[in-house]
């Protein structure tokens, strides 16, 4: 199979959020954030910057000096009750369905997430021929939009207004996942064969921290394991910490019953 090197990275952000259901308002720290992102994706080649809201990025020399990027502008939806995934993937819709020559194939990526083994990623993108790579859950029913790679084609036929149907407590996850299901498109996707490594504070304010190296090492197992026979879907993995709780349970009994 022929390697697709030439996929182009799609980085969202509202640096100035005015949404209700976003808690994460610090505009100076999301800036930074946005900076250092970018400055990081634009080694791994051409980055397409979507932005929606009022801060000036055409008069910001840190922005404009980063290479490889291309910034498009959108204006946010006026109604604050929508909810992130309505406004990310109308912006996603506006910007495939207008511009002149979009790539055939890009990664789309929740642009403060600065994912550590991102090198990973691009490398299963380049070589996979399935038309979406997207981590969809099973037992959640969720499939996670911070971060996929997609055909242009794909997206314009099965994405392309979907943000529709979110309303104010709708989650776009839960409606990527039973679109894709409902409309039997599993064989045209796979998810990601390693577990992707990042820490940033979410928009809804709290810390997602990276993972150690044991429960990495243990979920990359698990996903090698899940892949061989069903890669479409991932069958969820609970946090390590229940696992730790749980190993922890069943030493305890044991060591009970032998006292006993």
């Known amino acids: 199979m022929e390697e697709n090197k030439n996929i182009a990275l799609v980085l969202t952000g509202t640096i100035k959020p005015t949404t209700d259901t976003t808690k994460y308002k610090d505009w100076k720290?999301?800036?930074r954030e946005y900076l250092e992102s970018l400055n990081y994706y634009s080694s791994f080649g051409k980055i397409y910057f979507l932005e929606?809201?009022?801060?000036?990025?055409?008069?910001?020399?840190?922005?404009?000096?980063?290479?490889?990027?291309?910034?498009?502008?959108?204006?946010?939806d006026k109604n604050n009750n929508h909810n992130i995934g309505y406004q990310e993937f109308k912006m996603l819709d506006d910007w495939i369905l207008n511009e002149e020559n979009p790539p055939s194939?890009?990664?789309?990526?929740?642009g403060r997430y600065i994912i550590e083994n991102f090198a990973e990623i691009l490398n299963q993108a380049q070589k996979s021929d399935k038309e979406l790579i997207m981590d969809l859950t099973i037992n959640k029913?969720?499939?996670?939009?911070?971060?996929?790679?997609?055909?242009?084609?794909?997206?314009?036929?099965?994405?392309?207004?979907?943000?529709?149907?979110?309303?104010?407590?709708?989650?776009?996850?839960?409606?990527?996942?039973?679109?894709?299901?409902?409309y039997k498109l599993l064989d045209n996707i796979e998810f990601f064969k390693r577990e992707p490594l990042f820490d940033v504070i979410?928009?809804?304010g709290y810390r997602r921290k990276r993972k150690g190296k044991i429960e990495k090492k243990i979920i990359n197992t698990w996903r090698a394991f899940n892949f061989r026979i069903y890669p479409s879907r991932l069958v969820f993995f609970p946090p390590f910490y229940i696992i730790r709780r749980e190993i922890?349970?069943?030493?305890?009994?044991?060591f009970k019953n032998k006292e006993g």
């Open 29 to 31: 720290s999301r800036r």
């Open 52 to 76: 929606n809201s009022d801060y000036d990025l055409e008069n910001d020399k840190e922005f404009i000096n980063i290479p490889n990027v291309v910034y498009r502008k959108f204006s946010k």
């Open 105 to 110: 194939r890009w990664i789309k990526l929740s």
């Open 141 to 182: 029913r969720w499939a996670d939009t911070y971060l996929f790679c997609i055909d242009t084609s794909f997206y314009k036929k099965n994405f392309a207004g979907i943000y529709v149907y979110c309303a104010p407590f709708v989650a776009i996850e839960s409606v990527l996942y039973d679109s894709l299901c409902y």
């Open 202 to 204: 979410s928009s809804k």
């Open 248 to 254: 922890t349970r069943i030493i305890e009994i044991k």
